[in-house]
């Protein structure tokens, strides 16, 4: 949420603490799992005792994989790949039909996948569940080389609102993607991921700033957000004696960051022709509490939205049945940059979603002579803007609305602003707890004070971008923008539910309600 987005099968071992180990890499903390929930895996086989299967494993394994949008988007592109669903590219003619799945990315930071019902007929409309990919974070900035007091040091941007002084005296680490020359002068998009402890923000001690904790801890964000990498050996420091302040395009980051960049890449320094990174933080994602009611983690804002919408779409229609009687078109659209408004090409702001309808009713149509086809898809379509919400703060729980303090564990937050600032409505908000109720899934409602300001999401955007029905929805969460936040495992479960019963039963429900 913007201010004013397992494929390994985990193995039900004993409550004890114990490793857990995948073939990508290793959970460094212990866990203790109830016995008494089943946690599945996205490619788990089909049954009927699924019903009340977990896939609080499944999001764990994603967030772990997933430190940036980039990597984010790859490892949705790989679960829909081996779901079945068909790669498309925007730069190429599309060739669908009905019953089909298909998706395709751009900028490998947003992504848009659909499936078409079997009796999809001109006109109908499209089930949308939209979140977004990107969480507030350190950017590295264009030069980020710079040295201080004997320390190597990397310049910083920060991107969103983030809580920044939680990313204080945290084990850091850098990753995100790179653009590689080839041997035959082609050029590669890599990923790119250190995985062990590399940078740092340490705190100054109390001894040295003795007013701290009267006063608030309040850095400069230009000055003393800047993360330590090494210490400055004095052979690096004579071979830069003398040459221009201004760095060459060469020395824009520093030679060791280059070298590391290279050794995990695989490829030359000199071959790393741009980097875009991002500062992220190396502790895992995993259950805590008392009874392992919660999760810990960063970027649950969005990325817990983000899964659960994907595990939605792939698990209701995993079968050819599951297709056969659908009469609309099922999709994901998981968009980038929505913590800084959305304003890109790869944001909710662009017409991606929008075009990738258009081009989906084109293909679709065939010999069908009528008017205004896509126009009157949309009047039947609806969409579902997943974003994370405000929980109530059992420290600060007068920042809430008397009579709107969703909790951790009761079901996803509907939210309401009478300025807009959410796209709800009193019809939408009807039909989607609609879709809950028949399916015996709780939903709780938020609305903010009226003397505090009001975030936003990129539910707004797309309603107003096209005239889409719009219910902006989340899970309940504490910490939100913190480096590390907080929600409920029950909760990751009762979203997916919700979601899969939106799909699954949207159709039945939105037919029986006439508005206009």
Same mark, same amino acid.
């Given at each position: ?16 603490? @114990? ?7 290793? @959970? ?59 790669? *498309? ?18 900028? %490998?930071?947003? *992504? ?30 264009? +030069? ?42 082609? @050029?590669?998009?890599? *990923? ?25 801890? +309040? ?38 960051? %280059? ?40 970027? *649950? ?51 991606? %979603?929008?075009?990738? %309808? ?66 709800? !409505? ?37 309603? !107003? ?45 939105? +037919? ?5």
């Amino acid at each position: 949420m913007a201010i004013p987005m397992a494929r390994f099968h985990l193995q039900l071992l004993h409550s004890f603490p @114990f490793p857990i180990k995948t073939p990508r890499f290793r @959970f460094t903390h212990q866990f203790n799992f109830n016995h008494n929930r089943k946690l599945c895996s996205s490619l788990a086989p089909r049954a009927s005792s699924q019903v009340n299967c977990s896939i609080v494993g499944g999001l764990l394994d994603y967030l772990n994989e997933s430190w940036t949008q980039f990597h984010a988007t790859a490892e949705a592109k790989e679960q829909l790949i081996a779901a079945g669903f068909q790669l *498309l590219s925007e730069n190429e003619e599309w060739d669908l039909q009905p019953g089909g799945r298909y998706f395709f990315t751009r900028n %490998m930071s947003s *992504l848009v996948a659909f499936a078409i019902g079997e009796k999809y007929s001109v006109g109908n409309g499209f089930h949308v569940i939209a979140a977004h990919t990107d969480s507030p974070c350190l950017k590295l900035k264009p +030069k980020s080389a710079s040295s201080k007091s004997g320390y190597l040091m990397l310049n910083v941007q920060t991107y969103g609102g983030g809580l920044w002084h939680t990313w204080f005296d945290r084990d850091l680490s850098l990753a995100g993607r790179v653009i590689v020359r080839h041997n035959d002068g082609t @050029f590669l998009h890599k *990923l790119v991921k250190v995985k062990r402890p590399l940078l740092r923000v340490p705190t100054l001690a109390i001894h040295l700033d003795r007013t701290v904790n009267k006063d608030g801890f +309040k850095p400069n964000l230009e000055t003393q957000l800047i993360p330590l990498l090494a210490t400055r050996h004095e052979d690096a420091t004579a071979d830069h004696k003398g040459k221009n302040s201004e760095l060459s395009s060469k020395d824009a980051h520093h030679p060791l960051l %280059m070298q590391i960049l290279s050794d995990e890449v695989g490829c030359k320094i000199d071959d790393i022709v741009s980097i875009e990174l991002n500062v992220c933080d190396t502790q895992p994602s995993c259950l805590g509490g008392g009874n392992n009611e919660f999760i810990f983690s960063g970027r *649950l804002d969005n990325l817990a939205s983000s899964y659960c919408a994907l595990r939605a779409l792939i698990d209701s229609c995993q079968s050819p049945e599951d297709l056969s009687n659908e009469h609309a078109i099922r999709m994901v659209a998981l968009f980038d940059n929505e913590e800084v408004g959305s304003d890109s090409a790869q944001g909710a702001g662009a017409p991606t %979603m929008f075009q990738a %309808m258009r081009r989906i009713v084109d293909s679709l149509v065939h010999n069908y002579v009528g008017e205004s086809v896509y126009e009157r898809s949309i009047r039947q379509s609806f969409l579902v803007s997943a974003d994370m919400a405000h929980g109530v703060h059992p420290n600060f729980s007068d920042k809430h609305e008397e009579h709107h303090r969703p909790e951790i564990g009761k079901g996803l937050v509907i939210k309401h602003n009478a300025n807009q600032r959410y796209a709800t !409505s009193g019809v939408t908000a009807f039909l989607f707890k609609e879709v809950g109720k028949i399916n015996n899934i709780p939903t709780q409602e938020f609305v903010v004070r009226n003397d505090m300001g009001c975030g936003s999401t990129i539910g707004p955007i797309l309603a !107003s971008g096209i005239g889409i029905r719009t219910v902006d929805c989340g899970i309940s969460q504490l910490s939100m923008h913190s480096v590390r936040e907080i929600c409920g495992k029950d909760d990751v479960d009762t979203a997916y539910k919700h979601f899969k019963a939106f799909y699954q039963n949207f159709s039945d429900i939105d +037919k029986k309600l006439c508005v206009d």
